[in-house]
């Protein structure tokens, strides 16, 4: 997706039938990757040095500005932990898991 979500329906709250259900879909078969931790969608990535790190976090910032919505971010060196939460509803929303969807590209 190259312009940003309609912010209005994006970022309203989801109901936990509907996180459960997008985080399902977010991390398919698997069922391993993004969780769901205090209230915000979180995922570990882990890479081979400090410069693979950063590149990863340049790109996190990217889609973050190109979508108007932003993550906290930790990082150290060979790991980077992205945490999604829709801030303006204090609840996970529809811009959340479309933002780790486009994280999750970015590794794939």
Known sequence: MNAAID???????LTATQVITR????NGERAQGWRVIDGALEKSFEFADFH?????VNAVAFV??????HPDLQLGYGRCTVRWHTHD?????ASDFLC???VDALVD
């Open 23 to 26: 985080l399902t879909q977010l």
């Open 64 to 69: 973050a500005h190109r979508q108007n919505h």
């Open 89 to 93: 509803v204090a609840a996970l929303s």
């Open 52 to 56: 693979q790190t950063m590149a990863f």
């Open 7 to 13: 912010a209005p329906k994006a970022r309203t709250a």
């Open 100 to 102: 780790a969807a486009q």
